[in-house]
C-alpha cells in the first residue's frame, strides 16, 4: 500500500512533481514518441530521455538534437548527460539551460565500456573527489534542477555510493537516483535494495529515487517500503506494462485499480506508432521493431502478429497488422514478453 498521510506529488529541486513513479531512461527505446504515448495513459511523475554526449550536444549533431526534441506535452522533463571533460558536462548542461529545458540529469551509472572508458559513466563512482567537484561545478554553472544517476559501486568491494550521495547533497545536487547493481553486475543478478536503503540513511533532505527491477506496481510499492526511497524509476517494467504508472497513481490516490481494456491495448500501440511515424515516416516501421517483442505479450498479440510487426518495412504493413490485431486481439499462446533489452555479449570487464 503507499505511504501513509503521504503527499503523492513530491518537490525535487523546486519542481513540483505530479507524481513519485518516474520513467527512467532506456537507450533507444524512451524516446519522444514513446513519452508522449505513455504520459498520455497517466500516472507519470517525471520522463528523463536517453543518454545525450554533451559535446555532441553542445554542437548539435542531429541524432543528439533528435534525443532532446521535446513536445509541450512532454512535461516534466530531464535531459541525462555524459562527457568526458569537466568543462563538456557543463557547456552541455548550460545549453539545455538556455534552451527552456527544466532539469539536467548527470549519468555516474552506464555500465558500458565505451562510456567508462573516456571516464564517464559508472567510472566516475571510483572517483569520489572528481565526481563531486564535477556536481559542484554544474550546479553552480546553472540554474535548472542538478540530479545524479548513478549505481552501488564499481563492484561489491567498492559501494561507493552513501558516500557519494552524501557528497553530492552538499555540492547541491537536488536528488540521486540509484541503481541497485554495480557496475560489475552490469545487467544480470538481483538488485540489492539494502544497498539502495544505505544511500537513503546517507543523505539529510534530499530525494533518492530508486531504480532496477521494477516489473509490477507491487515491485514499486516494496522497494519503497525496504529502502524508504522518496520516488521510484521505472525502465523495463514500462515496457513490459505501459499501464504501470497509471496503476500506480490508482493505488496511490484510493481509486479502484482498473485494467486495459481490448481497445485500450490497440489504442496504444497504434498511438505510439502513430507518433513514431510523424517523426520518421516509414523508417518508424524500423524502429519500432524492437518493441514489438516487449508489447506483444500485454497488448494481446498473437505470435504470428508480433512476429510480423517484427517485420515491417512500410507504414501500410503496420495498417494491416493491426487491422489482424483487432480481430484476433487476446487469441495468444503464452503471457510471457519474447524480448528483453539486449546487452553485449561476454564478460561484463569487454563492455
Not at 526534441?69 to 512535461?75: A, G
Not at 514499486?220 to 497513481?249: N, Y
Amino acid at each position: 500500500m503507499p505511504v501513509a498521510g503521504e503527499e503523492p506529488s513530491i518537490d525535487i529541486g523546486g519542481r513540483r512533481l505530479p507524481t513519485r513513479y518516474f520513467l527512467a531512461p532506456l537507450a533507444g527505446y524512451t524516446h519522444l514518441a514513446f513519452r508522449r504515448a505513455i504520459r498520455e495513459l497517466g500516472g507519470i511523475g517525471l520522463c528523463t530521455t536517453d543518454l545525450v554526449l554533451g559535446p555532441y550536444l553542445v554542437r548539435g549533431t542531429p541524432k543528439s538534437r533528435r534525443l532532446v526534441k521535446t513536445h509541450p506535452h512532454d512535461r516534466p522533463l530531464s535531459v541525462q548527460i555524459f562527457a568526458k571533460r569537466s568543462d563538456d558536462w557543463l557547456a552541455a548542461a548550460k545549453w539545455l539551460e538556455d534552451h527552456g529545458y527544466s532539469g539536467v540529469d548527470l549519468n555516474m551509472g552506464c555500465p558500458m565500456g565505451k562510456i567508462n572508458r573516456g571516464g564517464g559513466g559508472a567510472r566516475l563512482l571510483c572517483e569520489a573527489t572528481d565526481a563531486t567537484l564535477l556536481v559542484e561545478r554544474v550546479v553552480a554553472a546553472v540554474g535548472i534542477p542538478v540530479t545524479v544517476k548513478m549505481r552501488l559501486g564499481w563492484d561489491r568491494e567498492s559501494l561507493t555510493a552513501p558516500l557519494l550521495a552524501r557528497e553530492f547533497e552538499k555540492a547541491g545536487a537536488a536528488a540521486v537516483t540509484i541503481h541497485g547493481r554495480t557496475r560489475q553486475q552490469g545487467f544480470g543478478g538481483a538488485v540489492d535494495l539494502d544497498g539502495i536503503k544505505a544511500v537513503v540513511d546517507a543523505v539529510e533532505r534530499i530525494p533518492v529515487i530508486g531504480n532496477g527491477d521494477v516489473r509490477s506496481p507491487g515491485d514499486a510499492l516494496r522497494m519503497r517500503r525496504i529502502t524508504g526511497c522518496d520516488a521510484v524509476a521505472i525502465g523495463r517494467g514500462a515496457m513490459l506494462d505501459p499501464w504501470i504508472f497509471r496503476r500506480l497513481r490508482q493505488m496511490t490516490e484510493g481509486e479502484p485499480v482498473t485494467e486495459p481494456t481490448p481497445a485500450e491495448q490497440i489504442a496504444f500501440l497504434v498511438r505510439h506508432f502513430t507518433l513514431m511515424a510523424e517523426e520518421r515516416g516509414d523508417y518508424a516501421c524500423t524502429l519500432f521493431r524492437k518493441f514489438a517483442g516487449w508489447y506483444g505479450a500485454r497488448l494481446g498479440i498473437p505470435e504470428d502478429l508480433e512476429d510480423r510487426l517484427r517485420r515491417i518495412e512500410r507504414i501500410a504493413e503496420f495498417e494491416d497488422v493491426v487491422a489482424e490485431i483487432r480481430e484476433r486481439h487476446g487469441r495468444r499462446t503464452s503471457p510471457i514478453a519474447t524480448a528483453e533489452l539486449k546487452v553485449p555479449n561476454g564478460p561484463v570487464e569487454r563492455w
